[in-house]
Each structure stands twice: as structure tokens, then as C-alpha cells.
């Protein structure tokens, strides 16, 4: 097994990446409006967001002052693909997936920062 597949299934193996990966599959996020959904600090989520980028399973990306993540789904990678199309076609009926999904569509960066 090649050390990039298993950094994968180790970033895969906490419930909140897991989420995160869910929730970003309906849009991109920026840190605070996955704080706001998963109601954990900004740093916590921050550390979550760094170990999928490490994973190669999502990416980030700058839109004026936000930073944005996404999913891979384009990676060069096959088996990042294969594992995100999994991901995809699974939990759809997880109860708690669905109230973060209720909640990543009425989350606004704007009115959770204030701006």
C-alpha cells in the first residue's frame, strides 16, 4: 500500500472530516461557515480542512479575502476520484449529513462574520 492511500484512509477515519467532506460536496466552504455547521472552533476545523488537503481529497483556494475549499473531484489521482465518488454515493440517508446539508445551504459567510 502506497503511503498516499494511507494518509487518505487516515484522514477519512475521524467523523468530522467525514462531514466536512459531506457538506462540501453540496458547495464550496469557507473555515467559518464549516465552524458554523459543525459547530467546532475556528482552529479545530482548520486542522481538519489541512489533513484532507494533505489527503489530496479536497483543495483550497482564494476568492478575495475568503479561502475556499472543495472537493478533488479532478485530482490526477484515480483513487482519490474513487474514494470521493464512494463518499458520495454513501451516508445518504445519515441523519446527521442531512441536517449539515440543511444547514451548509442557509450558512452565509457574511452574516457569521459580521461583514
Same mark, same amino acid.
Given at each position: 500500500?502506497? @503511503?498516499?492511500?494511507?494518509? =487518505?484512509? *487516515?484522514?477519512?477515519?475521524? *467523523?468530522? @472530516? ?13 473555515? +467559518? /461557515? #464549516? @465552524?458554523? =455547521? ?5 482552529? &479545530? =476545523? ?6 484532507? +488537503? %494533505? #489527503?489530496?481529497?479536497? &483543495?483550497?483556494? *482564494?476568492?478575495?479575502?475568503?479561502? %475556499?475549499?472543495?472537493l478533488n473531484a479532478r485530482s490526477k489521482n484515480p483513487f482519490i476520484r474513487s474514494i470521493l465518488s464512494s463518499i ?6 445519515? /441523519?446527521?449529513? &442531512? ?7 442557509? #450558512?452565509?459567510? %457574511? ?5
Amino acid at each position: 500500500m502506497k @503511503r498516499d492511500e494511507v494518509n =487518505v484512509f *487516515k484522514a477519512l477515519g475521524d *467523523k468530522n @472530516r467525514i462531514r466536512i467532506i459531506k457538506m462540501l460536496e453540496k458547495r464550496d466552504l469557507c473555515v +467559518c /461557515e #464549516a @465552524r458554523e =455547521v459543525l459547530d467546532l472552533s475556528n482552529s &479545530t =476545523v482548520s486542522k481538519h480542512l489541512s489533513i484532507l +488537503c %494533505n #489527503a489530496d481529497l479536497i &483543495t483550497d483556494f *482564494k476568492d478575495g479575502k475568503w479561502v %475556499n475549499y472543495r472537493l478533488n473531484a479532478r485530482s490526477k489521482n484515480p483513487f482519490i476520484r474513487s474514494i470521493l465518488s464512494s463518499i458520495k454515493n454513501s451516508l445518504t440517508d445519515d /441523519e446527521q449529513v &442531512t441536517n449539515d446539508a440543511k444547514k451548509v445551504r442557509s #450558512a452565509d459567510r %457574511n452574516k457569521i462574520c459580521g461583514i
